[in-house]
């Protein structure tokens, strides 16, 4: 078919189309009106048809099946369009009035794309082009200059006219028309701005309010809240076309945005309001709305950018939900959990979200646009704002309340920290670097001799803080260490006002200045004058004899120990004050003390600084000769001697010769130890005192005197661990009557030392040197107590026992505490004081008569038995015999052994016997070595014996 003959079928079809149109009219319902017209609603008889943007006009109405494809709008389901689609409006009018009229048809949908409005006169077969606009071109080319679309429309006589708009939005278009007479047009227009404009209103004036508060208080809340209501009232304004037609009628690109933007904004603003009003804190599941809510509202925000207006508008109700949903959420749980004012603020935001969001909904067609319940939605949000600010304002009250307590508290600590500055037992200042003083309490003031701080400034001002350092570099120093950041404690030597020196304990730190000064010394200083001096006087006596100020023990062998480590040739001197013990019981101890330091004093000046003078212990001096040998020391020794002999101790009417005895020796074996050089020299003294006091004596290892008191100093040792390890060990020896059969037992405690090495070591070997050291009272005591705890422990033993003989020590007698001690065994073991006999030597009790007579005196009241041990040995008086009520004489057994065979020992002990028979007391004779002695000791009348040759000793567990 060639190309002019289509061309020819295609216009002969338009024109039967177009002479036979009537034919194909479509059957629409028909809207009346009047002259009489104030405002009509198209709705009921209005309708829609969705087709391509691309579609034209002349195709709907001469095309029978487009045409025909128009619905009412009671059918139309509001759907979000596309961007290639177009929503078309049809409606016819019919003007029954015989006078021409002017109204207006509007669409109150401000956010269409485009909008294209056209009539078409079915009888005229015109179709006219009424108005393009929409908010994609400039606000000045819209037909009528109002935010929404309206459209002006003449109509002659009894005129009928069919009415399309075409709508193009990448959103829900509404399906809405309304026809207008020209004034009640303008007057509903002017009663919907002031509406809008009285919303837009108090939203800014919330905004105004909240910024005014964020400046007041700082408080980012506030800031927040006021961004949220100005992007609020900026969508508002958005959606009802006001923003278009005031801010930016000349550039529509910005309307196509601004939308999701302020959108964006909104959400983001309210979502941080909402964090802070709960003071940032929540669980995971709240971060994880706060950042969803913010991280979906900037990128709402950001849309433009990166999606087109389909992708916007989907983003614009999924973000919308999710944070009204979410932060309303929030705003509820706060409200559980918090005040009355959160709940307060949550029942007005809970109102207000609901207003928005109808309002929303109705701008974009969702719901009626009714301006009477708009009206009643506004007075609802107005009455949510002012919840919501009577709960802000309850917010304030609340935290300028705690601002005020706190304020208040700090106050108060304020004033807590200035009493307990100014009334702080250490001193406190506040200094510059330069020496400036700040400020000082009173305890400071105190310490350095000022009444008030003005004085203290006044000298500080003229020397700074310098001057009260004895030293000066103390505080460079102190300063260098602060600067390097070692905040510490330093003890300095310092000045009062006065210039009398006094030792302190500084604490200081350095604190970051202000723009007058760099930086601030704050210190404190505690006065340590007592505790210095008692710390010296600690150290002075731990090397100094308090008494003599001379050295202690500890300094001497420190120096011993020095020589001796260093090998050094030295000499070592031991003095001993001769019957110093003498003066110290006959006068007072108080002559004593005197004595010891004037004695001290003379051997000072003797000695200057040729040695080192110590006290060891009571009345015994030291002295070490560095680098002199026994000859050169021996000069020296000789000179102390002299000056003690010629020195007179005058005390009170008394006056007392002195001597010393000394003892020299050499450090001649570089092995030995301080402990023996000292024995060595102790040794040496003790010859020295032997030998009849006043002299020098010199260490001679082969010396046979000191080798024997080095055996007794050998003892000494042993005897102590044996007490102290209880090593020794009871005996017991029968005594036997002879004279007739006594029932019980009657025998004699003796004591044994067990030594691993050497076994059972008999008294004799060990008793003379306990008697020398001072040890028999301990040896005395272990005897007794564990005599005692075995009886008590033997109650078979003890009641066969007839008399038990114990063997008592002179030393024991004069020790005040004996006695007693000696008392509570026999109360702790419940032991019969008659089943005890004491045994006291002859001689012992001669030299301590008042002690002895007291002891006996004690303890035969309390039905102990006595026994005057040794008899015949001693001093031989028979006249002693009547100063000792005692109940047994034990002849000493020097006689009973040549009883046999010498008449004179015969005599004595038969003169013992004869002389105790008249005073009533038994006789024992010891040493009985055999049975002829004992038929002898018969005859001659003796009551009992003793000895090897009736039974020997054995140990007392033995017995049964």
Request: charged fraction near 15%; include cysteine.
């Amino acid at each position: 078919m060639s190309v002019k003959l289509q061309h020819g079928i295609k216009l002969w079809w338009f024109l039967l189309l177009l002479c036979c149109h009537s034919a194909f009219a479509f059957h629409a319902q028909v809207n009346r009106f009047d002259k009489q017209l104030t405002r009509v609603e198209l709705g009921p008889n209005l309708y829609f048809q969705q087709t391509h943007k691309a579609l034209p006009l002349e195709e709907l109405i001469f095309d029978p099946e487009r045409h025909h494809a128009f619905r009412l709008v009671s059918e139309y389901k509001k759907s979000l369009q596309s961007t290639d689609q177009s929503l078309w409006l049809f409606t016819r009018l019919h003007y029954t009035g015989q006078t021409a009229i002017q109204t207006i048809v509007h669409y109150d949908f401000p956010l269409a794309d485009v909008v294209q409005v056209y009539s078409y006169n079915r009888v005229k077969n015109e179709l006219q082009l009424l108005s393009s606009t929409g908010a994609s071109v400039p606000f000045y080319q819209r037909a009528l200059a109002y935010r929404s679309f309206a459209f002006p429309l003449d109509f002659a006589p009894d005129q009928e006219l069919d009415l399309f708009i075409k709508v193009q939005d990448a959103a829900i278009a509404p399906a809405e028309l309304t026809l207008w007479q020209n004034n009640d047009f303008v007057l509903d227009q002017l009663y919907k701005n002031i509406l809008d404009g009285l919303l837009c209103g108090v939203l800014l004036l919330m905004a105004l309010y909240n910024l005014f508060l964020y400046f007041s208080l700082q408080q980012r809340l506030y800031l927040y809240y006021a961004g949220f209501f100005i992007h609020c009232a900026l969508v508002l304004a958005i959606l009802n076309g006001l923003a278009f037609a005031m801010l930016w009628p000349d550039y529509p690109e910005i309307n196509q945005a601004i939308l999701y933007v302020a959108a964006g904004a909104t959400f983001a603003c309210l979502t941080l309001f909402n964090w802070h009003l709960r003071q940032q804190q929540g669980n995971i599941l709240g971060r994880f709305g706060f950042y969803l809510c913010l991280v979906s509202a900037l990128l709402l925000l950001f849309s433009p950018l990166y999606a087109n207006s389909q992708l916007r508008f989907w983003g614009l109700l999924v973000v919308t939900a999710l944070c009204l949903g979410v932060n309303t959420l929030f705003a509820l749980m706060h409200a559980i959990r918090g005040d009355r004012a959160a709940k307060t603020f949550a029942v007005g935001w809970a109102f207000f979200f609901g207003c928005i969001l109808i309002l929303a909904l109705s701008q974009i067609g969702y719901l009626p646009a009714a301006q009477a319940w708009q009206y009643l939605l506004l007075m609802a949000m107005t009455g949510s704002m002012a919840l919501m600010s009577f709960s802000l304002l309850q917010n304030i009250n609340a935290k300028a309340e705690q601002s005020i307590e706190h304020q208040h508290q700090a106050n108060a600590h304020l004033q807590q920290y200035y009493d307990i500055y100014h009334n702080a037992v250490e001193g406190m200042f506040t200094s510059t670097l330069q020496g400036q003083l700040i400020t000082a309490n009173q305890a400071l003031l105190t310490m350095l001799g000022y009444q008030n701080l003005q004085q203290m400034q006044q000298d500080v001002a003229k020397t700074g803080m310098v001057r009260y350092y004895a030293n000066p570099d103390d505080r460079v120093q102190m300063l260098k260490q602060l600067q390097l950041g070692d905040n510490k404690n330093f003890e300095i030597k310092g000045l009062r006002a006065d210039g009398s020196a006094f030792w302190a304990l500084m604490s200081a730190r350095l604190a970051k200045g202000d723009g007058e000064h760099s930086a601030y010394v704050h210190g404190s200083i505690v006065d340590i004058t007592a505790h210095k001096q008692n710390t010296e006087q600690l150290a002075y006596l731990a090397t100094h004899d308090p008494l003599t100020s001379l050295y202690n023990r500890h300094y001497f062998i420190e120096q011993l120990e020095h020589i001796l480590r260093f090998g050094h040739q030295a000499t070592l001197l031991y003095l001993d004050i001769d019957q110093f013990k003498l003066i110290n019981t006959t006068c007072d101890h108080r002559a004593g003390d005197a004595l010891l330091c004037q004695i001290s004093n003379q051997m000072q000046r003797v000695l200057h600084d040729r040695g080192i003078l110590a006290r060891l212990e009571s009345d015994e001096f030291v002295v070490l000769l560095p680098h002199l040998s026994s000859n050169e020391a021996f000069a020296i020794a000789h000179q102390l001697l002299d000056t003690v002999k010629e020195f007179r101790f005058i005390w009170q009417d008394s006056v007392f010769s002195i001597s010393v005895s000394i003892g020299l020796a050499e450090n001649s074996d570089g092995n030995q130890s301080t402990e023996h050089w000292l024995k060595q020299a102790d040794s040496a003294c003790f010859v020295a005192k032997e030998k009849g006091r006043n002299r020098i004596h010199m260490f001679n290892a082969d010396d046979e005197e000191l080798q024997r008191h080095q055996s007794e100093i050998q003892w000494l040792k042993t005897l102590r661990q044996a007490l102290e390890q209880d090593n020794f060990v009871l005996f017991m020896q029968p005594i036997r009557a002879i004279q007739q059969d006594l029932p019980g037992l009657h025998y004699e405690l003796l004591l044994r030392l067990s030594l691993p090495e050497q076994g059972l070591i008999a008294p004799g070997n060990f008793l003379s040197s306990a008697e020398r050291y001072g040890l028999m009272p301990q040896i005395d005591r272990w005897v007794i107590r564990n005599y005692f705890r075995w009886l008590a422990q033997q109650p078979a033993h003890l009641a066969e026992l007839s008399l038990a003989n114990i063997n008592l020590s002179g030393a024991s007698l004069t020790d005040p505490l004996f006695k007693a001690y000696v008392s509570s065994l026999f109360r702790e073991y419940q032991i019969p004081f008659s089943k005890i006999c004491f045994e006291i030597t002859e001689s012992m009790a001669i030299l301590n008569v008042h002690q002895t007579l007291d002891f006996i005196s004690h303890f035969r009241q309390l039905g102990c038995k006595f026994a005057l041990d040794d008899f015949g040995s001693g001093f031989s008086s028979y006249g002693y015999l009547k100063n000792f009520p005692v109940d047994f004489v034990k002849i000493d057994g020097s006689f009973v052994r040549d009883l046999l065979i010498d008449p004179f020992d015969c005599a004595i002990v038969q003169s013992i016997h004869d002389i105790a028979r008249a005073m009533q007391i038994q006789t024992v004779a010891e040493y009985v070595e055999n049975m002829e002695i004992c038929h002898k000791l018969t005859e001659m009348g003796i009551d009992f014996a003793q000895g090897y040759g009736l039974a020997k000793p054995r140990p007392l567990y033995q017995q049964d």
